[in-house]
């Protein structure tokens, strides 16, 4: 936006909450009632911040739950109503009063709000490298939380090791992408599940050994044991349900499975939600069930490691990783309501 001509800063904002397990953006309204902050009007310690994207990720939709209908593994987790959502974003620093930022400087937060300029404290933002041959937004995907989140679970929970198999569900999605690339990378087989012809044939051709569409597979333990005949060593799951529990009936002793997500039931009605009925095998198998969250990991030298990683990686042209872009803030609900219908394909950024 040129505050030359258009002073007007766009927001979306939280105006109802969502009952567990319904998907709408009739939740959100568009407010274009208020100005970009002056310069003048920040206090030590803030700065003023140009969004320039912002990441969607199927976690957000807990947050549309209101404060009775609380997911009970993230107490105390609804939005504010009447204020601007907001998620993990980047954005150029355009006025400073913290001795930390200078104007120009590239940014991440995992609080940015979902509008055109926001203010800022210094403390909620990451300085980003001013390597402008790496584009901003990759920040939010190849170089952001989902690739770190991958590392965590290849690497780091997964203890993945050459030669052994791994499975991946959501294989064409934000995290499932680079589990598959990084865990091929190290020698691994892998194989995909993922939910459409098309989708399927992405995550092979990032090198998948061989790809399960869950839609159209019929029993899951029976596809999963056609696929990996000689058992699963590393399970990172992203959707829990049905296929977590087909999966522990193909693990192999020692297996590690990774717990990274839960599409079945971010948001879900939860008194809905039929329980996992295999997990007697963990005891046979004495297999362990690890679950990852990149937040407490950031400033950590694991952090470090994968960011020197990725950054290679990225630099060298040897990581496909597909982005699911949209055009303009206004798109930004409709691009948190489509994962949960299948309508994502790869990583959701939103370019303002």
Same mark, same amino acid.
């Given at each position: 936006?040129? =505050? ?5 800063? =766009? ?19 568009? &407010? ?57 974003? @980047? ?27 926001? @203010?800022?404290?210094? =403390? ?82 990032? /090198? ?22 000689? /058992?699963?060593? @590393? ?25 990274? /997500? ?48 990725? =950054? ?25 309501? &489509? ?14």
């Amino acid at each position: 936006m040129d =505050t030359k001509f258009n002073n007007t800063n =766009t927001r979306i904002v939280l105006r109802e909450y969502v009952p567990p397990g319904i998907n709408t953006t009739t939740c959100f309204s568009v &407010d274009k009632s208020q100005q970009v902050p002056s310069p003048d009007s920040l206090t030590d310690g803030q700065v003023l911040v140009k969004v320039f994207a912002l990441s969607i990720d199927p976690h957000l939709r807990i947050y549309l739950l209101a404060p009775e209908d609380q997911d009970p593994v993230v107490p105390q987790s609804s939005h504010p109503l009447g204020e601007a959502f907001a998620s993990i974003g @980047v954005g150029i620093v355009t006025a400073s009063k913290s001795s930390k930022f200078a104007v120009g400087d590239r940014i991440r937060s995992v609080t940015l709000p979902w509008q055109d300029y926001a @203010v800022m404290d210094a =403390t909620n933002l990451i300085k980003l490298p001013a390597d402008e041959t790496i584009p901003l937004q990759d920040y939010l995907g190849v170089l952001g939380m989902p690739s770190f989140t991958a590392y965590l679970g290849v690497v780091t929970a997964g203890k993945a090791k050459a030669g052994e198999t791994l499975l991946v569900s959501a294989a064409s999605g934000a995290v499932g992408q680079m589990v598959v690339q990084l865990a091929k990378a190290r020698g691994l087989r892998v194989i995909g599940i993922a939910g459409s012809e098309e989708k399927t044939a992405r995550v092979k051709s990032i /090198g998948a050994d061989q790809v399960i569409n869950y839609k159209t597979c019929g029993d899951y333990e029976q596809a999963i044991k056609a696929a990996a005949p000689g /058992g699963i060593d @590393v399970y990172f799951d992203a959707v829990g349900g049905s296929i977590l529990d087909a999966a522990f009936l193909n693990l192999n002793a020692g297996a590690r499975v990774v717990l990274c /997500g839960s599409m079945t039931t971010f948001g879900a009605d939860r008194s809905k939600i039929t329980g996992i009925k295999n997990l007697d095998t963990l005891i046979v198998k004495e297999a362990t069930v690890q679950g990852i969250f990149w937040y407490p990991h950031l400033g950590t030298q694991v952090e470090t490691d994968f960011f020197e990683e990725a =950054t290679r990686l990225v630099k060298q042209g040897k990581v496909d990783f597909k982005v699911d872009e949209r055009t303009g803030l206004e798109s930004a609900p409709q691009a948190l309501v &489509d994962p949960y219908e299948g309508k994502n394909f790869g990583k959701i950024t939103v370019l303002l």
